[in-house]
């Protein structure tokens, strides 16, 4: 497998840079195979980074909640061993998705597509779709659970892409251009909200939208969406009782620190006791019962408080990484008249990005609360698996730029 090839020859030293003949053959075999050279190293070992992170804290944030609970069978390795398992499917199923070429992922991406929307669909209806907390956003596949919105985040990244490079022509027009695409996102919203999942919708929206604006939409088009959106946004949280409680507990959690801002004000504890250094990896306190989501949506306040400012700045740096990778990605596909796959890898970017950002906002106390969880890093197969696939294209994309650089077939 490439992507194999790829990171294994990072561990390679060899003397053969000094031997003419095994040098030859060293290239040679480099025109055949993708190696580690041949790949982002700053995007892998950063992506790396945050996934051995996460699966660290994950143990860390959740060996009390599972200890406690009757669920887990008081196994204080339950989340460890189910998210190390995520883990495993989901580099399996990205190592998959970096053997399919960017050509055959823009011919799937329709499909795939509509394939999300039915998912959508079918977790709607009652007996079938799964409820936690009031929302009903799960399928349940025997021991695991799929939440089909992860899955369109990758979705919606690959068709606007792709709608995108079939409209340039036209994606200076309102009714041609910008119209069909608002269409099925529109769709999607009313799906997600069905659920509920503002958070989801809010992601998938900045995904497809920043695609089409990427890709050439125009600009007072894109300026009045933004207008609307914005007000759309308002209304939406306005008329809903539970968005409108979040938002005043964002406001002031301590007015009402055991009620609307209870989940807040805990996570600010969090970020106060870490300090410069944190209290020491294990050492949490507010994983103790007191934050609630310590493992998935709130991973962030438990690594601020067990490795203070330190450990919170490295995740911010490591993220601004995958996301800057990215882009510089991106801009070398279109570099290369490769539209769609530069389009792709932006997509991806934007997605890791805005969804990072809105986590750690919300746990730093800068954004309302959502139910979003702190990609690469936070429990959850769905988010996990879906990650991965993501990257896998995006390493897809570089290689295949690479290939095409160095004049060998992508």
Known sequence: MKLAAAISGLFQRGSAEHDPARAAARRLARQQSAPAR?????????????????????????????????????????????????????IGLGLVSFQLSMTRWQQLAPALFVAGVL??????????????NGAQRWLSLGPVNMQPSELMKIFAALYAADYTVRK?????????????????????????????????????????????????VNVRVFALLAVVAVVGFVILIWTSPYRRDRI????????????????LSHSLIAFGRGEWFGVGLGGSVEKLFYLPEAHTDFLLAVIAEELGFVGVMTVVILFALVVQRAFLIGREA????????????Q???LWIGVQSFINMGVNMGLLPTKGLTLPLMSF?????????????????????NRQLLRGGRA
């Open 38 to 90: 041949e790949l982002d190293l700053i995007l892998i070992w950063s992506v790396v980074g945050l996934l051995l992170l996460g699966l660290v804290m994950v143990y860390s944030a959740s060996i009390a909640i599972a200890e406690g609970s009757r669920f887990t069978g008081h196994q204080s390795h339950y989340f460890l061993m189910r998210h190390a398992v995520f883990l495993a499917v989901g």
């Open 248 to 263: 005043f507990g964002f406001m002031d959690p301590w007015q009402d620190a055991f009620g609307k801002g209870y989940q």
């Open 380 to 400: 959850g197969g769905s988010g996990i698996v879906a990650n991965c696939i993501a990257l896998g294209i995006l390493l897809r994309v570089d290689w295949e």
């Open 119 to 132: 998912l959508l669909v079918v977790v709607l209806i009652p007996g079938v779709g799964r409820e936690v």
């Open 347 to 349: 997509g991806i970017g």
């Open 168 to 216: 340039l022509d036209v994606m200076g027009s309102f009714r041609k251009g910008f119209v069909p695409m608002m269409s099925v996102i529109l769709l999607v919203g009313f799906l997600l909200l069905s659920e509920p999942d503002f958070g989801a919708f809010v992601v998938i929206t900045t995904i497809a939208f920043g695609v089409l604006f990427l890709g050439g």
């Open 334 to 345: 279109i570099k290369l008249e490769r539209y769609f796959s530069g389009l792709v890898a």
